[in-house]
């Protein structure tokens, strides 16, 4: 394993921990997040804000950091949407879950599956991510306790959410107040509650301009807004946790790495997903035993100052998607991985995605896509 990611993930709760906690204070016993008991709990996640970037702008977040220690962080890879929502609400690493990037490449099928915004023939939420959620858990096991989504109304029937969020009540909201609003009622209405609230704001305008631009600021500034709100309607017996599911890295266009379709780096190549800082390069299934190693080491010698490179064998033995990997997500993990530890990203020549305009880019090892806040509130302040 990369020493970076190592280093990353040291002595810090996972996104996987924070709901198996939260339900132990709910319980009104101590995990090993210390939360003392509470009679609700609501779980704020905000797409794309890495605890660097916070710390880095707390005059603009003054109510979200006014409580926040610096040890108060947890650790997120892959450092990407989908993972890192569904680590959160399965409890589990990516390698038990099966959704281990944006995009993957699915044998069975010969596709590449958006696991984003792709979902369709072949990919049923019920079975493609392969774990029950807290909230199906909850439901089943200990119904007084409601488990509700909060998100925006988009999402409601999305795939993702489909696969991710199963057995809760989803509510609607479309801007990160009225979230919070709605999120104050269904306390009031439940008097036991465990709530996801999800703001994906900051993570649009991060895409869009850049975390380091004046739409991004403006976004956080109206995430503290509504994190304030939230921490004063709440009553004594409801802690609040504040968490992300990655950072970013603004990366201009002039560092974008294109690769051509006949370069070696691609020999025997047949398919290439995940995202643009960690790309999953996939072999043919009648490849040689040694052309996962061959290419690994094209790579490294081509790329390996910008980026960690590693085979497949080679991260699930050092633990990069979990200490479990379950059969059907090791199908999905690339051959070969190439993960930037630099400010650059990844793209074959051919490619005319989208994914060239965006600037906020995550999904690799740096500790600024992988380590994100835990901030306690309501209850749970210290």
Known sequence: MS???????????????VLPNSLTSLRGETGALGLPEARSIVVMLVDGLGASMLRSRTGHARHLTADWRKKDTAFSFPSTTVAGITSLTTATRAGEHGLLGYSLFDRESGVIRNQLSGWGDGMDPATWQLQRTVFEELRDG?????????????????????????G??????????????????????????????????????????GWES???????????????????????GTGILVTADHGMIDIPRHRQIDVDDDDPLFDGVVAMAGEPRLRHLYLADDASVDAAGELRDRWLESQGTRATVLTRAEAVEGGWYGPIVAPAAAERIG????????????YASSMQSGARLVVGQHGSITPEETIVPLIRAGAFTH
């Open 335 to 346: 051959d070969v991985i190439v993960a930037a530890t630099k400010g650059v990203t990844y």
């Open 142 to 166: 200990t119904p007084e306790v409601q488990s509700i989504v909060v998100g925006m109304p988009q999402y409601r029937d999305s795939g993702l959410t489909h696969a991710s969020l199963r």
């Open 3 to 17: 020493s970076m990611l190592f280093s990353a993930a040291s002595g810090r709760p996972t996104l996987s921990d």
């Open 214 to 236: 004046d739409p991004w600021l403006a976004r956080l500034e109206e995430l503290d807004a509504a994190f304030d709100s939230l921490n004063r309607g709440v009553d004594a």
């Open 168 to 209: 809760a009540l989803y509510l609607e909201g479309g801007s990160m107040q009225e979230r919070v609003e709605v999120t104050l009622a269904a306390l009031d209405e439940h008097p036991r509650a465990l709530i996801y609230l999800y703001n994906a704001e900051l993570d649009q305008a991060g895409h869009a301009h």
